[in-house]
């Protein structure tokens, strides 16, 4: 039987132009039912001098005013709700890594529409009903565990529920129950993998085939660490609880950037400091505009993270533009000595370069008015036993790229192993104590 490569070749195959005209009329409705029942966003589109007579199809979507955090933070929890709450059958929050909650708001299609979106990631990752798919992202108001869920039982995969942590017990399962996708951070993804090491476990042991992790940036080093570690091919999966949760964007096995689901959610990249819609290609702030979400659609909202879009032809026959892994949020990069620094540059540095395991911190502080900067990076038991004066030419040589990359000095300190914390949802890379004061 040949093998079910698409969960919906209509929609993921189809012609842009087809595509554009289904975004329209999904776009007209939409702009329509915001208006009639959000009172909040009726009111920015009357001070942008828009109505929904302005917005005739995806061209005029720039028209439209945007939507950032901080409008759903002053409507928390229920200001931008567009249908009745009987209308509703779930709420799912954001993590909250960056400030207060967001709550989101899903009827019975949107829940379908977002499985369903998961659904074509666990296919584009070579999933059939014949898999058995273990779900190590959290489950509860985090959107990776319900959504990745849902996705499975859609696709038919026998599902295990197990939510993130107790480590050696994911593993225990995974050799019982023959698991054969993994689902869950990169960052988890990277501690099982170390974990499987350290018990004595070969990836050759466990029939891993495929990952899918998401839900926080990682790099390509990352991927490979993860690739290797576990025996699977590790694919990316990208979504916010604002548009539904993971499945927003989900890659193939090209493994060259995510194919946004665009006949739900219409993507659009801008300078993030004027506003301005930038031409596909370039890089700026990813904005989405659900346009068949019910209960709480989000015309252009601001997700604050940096990215590219490309559409070109990829090789497994999909037509959904492409967007890059992000290159940290707006709100991830960090001002030091008044550098730009995105934790992202650190990680390739120290993946590619020192050969480290994946764990590291970030410090920064500041005495008097001068800011520190600390990376702390975790030597691995072999490097541990190494001698003095090889650990000392790693210290230099990580020190001096990372002063050729960012332009500025860090101190690099390398600690014992296991003396960092791991992660088992999304990993705390950055301490920033300057904005605990
Ligand atoms: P929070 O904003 O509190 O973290 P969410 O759990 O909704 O709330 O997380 C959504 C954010 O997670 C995205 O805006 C993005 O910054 C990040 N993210 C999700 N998936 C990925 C991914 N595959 N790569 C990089 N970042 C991701
Ligand atoms: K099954
Ligand atoms: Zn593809």
Same mark, same amino acid.
């Given at each position: 039987?040949?093998?079910?490569?698409?969960?919906?070749?209509?929609?993921?195959?189809?012609?842009?132009?087809?595509?554009?005209?289904?975004?329209?009329?999904?776009?007209?409705?939409?702009?329509?039912?915001?208006?009639?029942?959000?009172?909040?966003?009726?009111?920015?589109?009357?001070?942008?001098?828009?109505?929904?007579?302005?917005?005739?199809?995806?061209?005029?979507?720039?028209?439209?005013?945007?939507?950032?955090?901080?409008?759903?933070?002053?409507?928390?929890?229920?200001?931008?709700?567009?249908?009745?709450?009987?209308?509703?059958?779930?709420?799912?929050?954001?993590?909250?890594?960056?400030?207060?909650?967001?709550?989101?708001?899903?009827?019975?299609?949107?829940?379908?529409?977002?499985?369903?979106?998961?659904?074509?990631?666990?296919?584009?990752?070579?999933?059939?009903?014949?898999?058995?798919?273990?779900?190590?992202?959290?489950?509860?108001?985090?959107?990776?565990?319900?959504?990745?869920?849902?996705?499975?039982?859609?696709?038919?995969?026998?599902?295990?529920?197990?939510?993130?942590?107790?480590?050696?017990?994911?593993?225990?399962?995974?050799?019982?129950?023959?698991?054969?996708?993994?689902?869950?951070?990169? /960052?988890?993804?990277?501690?099982?993998?170390?974990?499987? $090491?350290? *018990? +004595?476990? %070969?990836? !050759?042991? =466990?029939?891993? &085939?495929?990952?899918?992790?998401?839900?926080?940036?990682?790099?390509?080093?990352?991927?490979?660490?993860?690739?290797?570690?576990?025996?699977?091919?590790?694919?990316?999966?990208?979504?916010?609880?604002?548009?539904?949760?993971?499945?927003?964007?989900?890659?193939?096995?090209?493994?060259?950037?995510?194919?946004?689901?665009?006949?739900?959610?219409?993507?659009?990249?801008?300078?993030?400091?004027?506003?301005?819609?930038?031409?596909?290609?370039?890089?700026?702030?990813?904005?989405?505009?659900?346009?068949?979400?019910?209960?709480?659609?989000?015309?252009?909202?601001?997700?604050?993270?940096?990215?590219?879009?490309?559409?070109?032809?990829? /090789?497994?026959?999909?037509?959904?533009?492409?967007?890059? $892994?992000? *290159? +940290?949020? %707006?709100? !991830?990069? =960090?001002?030091? &000595?008044?550098?730009?620094?995105?934790?992202?540059?650190?990680?390739?540095?120290?993946?590619?370069?020192?050969?480290?395991?994946?764990?590291?911190?970030?410090?920064?502080?500041?005495?008097?008015?001068?800011?520190?900067?600390?990376?702390?990076?975790?030597?691995?038991?072999?490097?541990?036993?190494?001698?003095?004066?090889?650990?000392?030419?790693?210290?230099?040589?990580?020190?001096?790229?990372?002063?050729?990359?960012?332009?500025?000095?860090?101190?690099?300190?390398?600690?014992?192993?296991?003396?960092?914390?791991?992660?088992?949802?999304?990993?705390?890379?950055?301490?920033?104590?300057?904005?605990?004061?």
């Amino acid at each position: 039987m040949a093998e079910k490569i698409y969960w919906d070749k209509d929609i993921e195959t189809m012609e842009h132009d087809k595509m554009v005209a289904l975004q329209s009329e999904r776009l007209v409705k939409q702009v329509r039912h915001v208006w009639d029942n959000v009172p909040y966003y009726r009111r920015l589109m009357e001070e942008k001098g828009v109505t929904p007579d302005d917005i005739k199809g995806v061209e005029d979507l720039h028209k439209l005013p945007f939507i950032s955090k901080a409008d759903l933070r002053e409507n928390y929890p229920d200001g931008m709700l567009a249908v009745p709450k009987s209308e509703c059958v779930r709420i799912q929050s954001t993590s909250g890594t960056t400030g207060k909650r967001v709550v989101a708001f899903y009827t019975q299609n949107d829940v379908d529409m977002w499985e369903n979106c998961v659904a074509r990631a666990i296919t584009a990752a070579g999933g059939t009903k014949d898999d058995v798919l273990q779900v190590a992202y959290g489950y509860g108001l985090f959107t990776g565990g319900a959504g990745i869920h849902g996705g499975s039982h859609k696709v038919g995969c026998l599902t295990l529920p197990m939510s993130s942590g107790n480590t050696e017990r994911q593993i225990q399962f995974m050799q019982d129950l023959g698991t054969t996708i993994l689902c869950c951070t990169p /960052s988890y993804a990277a501690y099982i993998g170390e974990t499987v $090491k350290e *018990m +004595g476990i %070969s990836p !050759d042991e =466990l029939k891993l &085939k495929a990952g899918i992790f998401g839900a926080e940036p990682w790099t390509e080093e990352m991927r490979q660490e993860i690739e290797k570690s576990l025996g699977l091919k590790a694919y990316d999966i990208y979504g916010l609880t604002e548009t539904s949760g993971p499945g927003v964007a989900f890659e193939c096995e090209e493994q060259t950037g995510m194919h946004i689901n665009e006949d739900n959610f219409i993507a659009e990249i801008i300078d993030p400091d004027t506003g301005e819609v930038l031409p596909e290609g370039s890089k700026g702030e990813l904005v989405f505009t659900s346009i068949t979400k019910e209960a709480f659609p989000l015309l252009r909202y601001r997700t604050r993270d940096i990215c590219i879009l490309t559409r070109g032809k990829c /090789s497994c026959g999909r037509t959904l533009v492409k967007m890059c $892994k992000p *290159m +940290g949020r %707006s709100d !991830d990069m =960090l001002i030091i &000595k008044g550098v730009n620094v995105f934790p992202s540059q650190i990680e390739t540095v120290l993946l590619k370069d020192f050969n480290a395991t994946p764990n590291y911190q970030i410090v920064v502080d500041r005495v008097g008015n001068v800011d520190t900067f600390e990376i702390k990076v975790e030597l691995s038991d072999e490097m541990f036993g190494d001698t003095i004066k090889s650990v000392s030419e790693l210290e230099k040589k990580l020190s001096a790229d990372i002063v050729q990359i960012l332009g500025i000095r860090a101190k690099i300190s390398l600690v014992e192993p296991k003396s960092i914390p791991r992660s088992e949802g999304k990993a705390v890379r950055v301490i920033d104590k300057r904005k605990l004061v």
